[in-house]
């Protein structure tokens, strides 16, 4: 396993990451992040258009020479993937996470630009095939992450990870203190991936409904569901979320596997899900469905993003 720290790869103060999150990551949260020693990333599909994607990065950059990068799905679903490759390697960003599929073309076309590339994984098999690859390392998305989630606990997934690959690994999930980011590396991660937390920053551009949710709730009210997208996604267990439970009902289920239906359920059980949890983030309702994982626990009020941080590099 390397023993190269995030620190190291990016030339940063922290091994620390403000995760990409949907919807909620803008220009104002990463500059933060940076001017704190930490790094951050911004998903792709943030941004409506390409120029609106390309503006972004001219406006970090503007404002920090420090390093950031953009997460981007490349899978079939993500009709924009074409565009949002050419705009990151064109402005040459520091980094993309990749999520979602075969990373083969990213590593390929970024690696002759030093552009590294973290890729999402949720197991050792998808460790060892983006290892393969050329990766420069893993973002190890665990059970205790926001969203969309693995199914091993952070030490578990680490310690398998570290007897199989020779490539860093960045911990995603459950961080929200020093002690936890400490914690992480000593477990062998070389940095951490943060997300829930900064959701309710002052930055953030989520609706004043959901930062107070993430106040008032707690690390036993979050749920797993897989009734929103097909894939297991952590959200905050409203009164709505228990009325419309957490798995397929019958008529839901058989569609999601029958051979012939099976592809383009998942694609429009996924579509709609993410078109309520966009619908939830902005605008408060008696449905709304709010993204979260379990560190919501740390959270006590809605502070600024370099507040936050500070929790997480004090010794």
């Known amino acids: 396993m390397s023993d190269k720290t995030l620190s190291q790869i990016l030339n940063i103060k922290h091994p620390i990451l403000m995760a990409p999150m949907f919807l909620v990551s803008n220009t104002q949260m990463i500059v933060s992040a940076l001017e704190m020693g930490c790094t951050g ?18 406006e970090i950059r503007n404002k920090s020479d420090k390093p950031f990068g953009f ?24 980094f993309i996470i990749t999520s ?4 083969r073309e990213v590593i390929e076309k970024c690696n002759p630009l030093g552009i590294k590339v ?7 098999k998808y460790a060892k095939k983006v ?3 050329g990766a420069d390392a893993v973002i190890a998305v665990n059970s205790q992450a926001g969203g969309h989630c693995g199914s091993l606990k952070a030490e578990e997934l680490i310690q398998q990870l570290k007897a199989e690959i020779n490539i860093p690994i960045i911990s995603a999930g459950g961080v929200s203190t020093s002690i936890e980011v400490n914690e992480m590396v000593r477990q062998g991660a070389a940095g951490v991936s943060v997300g829930t937390i900064f959701i309710a920053s002052r930055e953030s551009p989520v ?4 930062k107070q949710a993430l106040v008032d709730f707690g690390s036993e009210d979050i749920v797993k569901t897989t009734k929103l997208t097909g894939s297991p996604l952590t959200v905050i267990n409203t009164p709505y979320v228990q009325k419309i439970g957490t798995r397929a009902n019958l008529l839901e289920w058989m569609i999601n596997n029958s ?14 899900g993410m078109k309520k949890v ?7 309702g008696y449905d709304n469905v709010w993204c979260a994982g379990p560190s919501i626990g740390a959270i006590r009020e809605i502070r600024p993003v370099k507040e936050i941080i500070k929790d997480l590099i004090e010794d």
């Open 41 to 58: 990333a911004i998903p792709a599909h943030n941004y409506r258009t390409d120029a609106e994607l390309r503006e972004a990065i001219h």
């Open 207 to 210: 609706s004043r409904e959901y």
């Open 278 to 284: 966009q619908q939830s983030a902005f605008k408060a």
């Open 118 to 124: 973290f890729c999402d994984v949720v197991d050792v």
């Open 71 to 94: 997460n981007l799905i490349v899978n079939k679903s993500n009709p924009k993937y074409r565009k949002q490759l050419k705009s990151l390697l064109d402005l040459k960003v520091d």
């Open 100 to 103: 979602l599929g075969n990373p």
């Open 131 to 133: 290892e393969q690859l």
């Open 259 to 272: 051979p012939q239906l099976k592809k383009y359920a998942k694609m429009l059980l996924a579509w709609k």
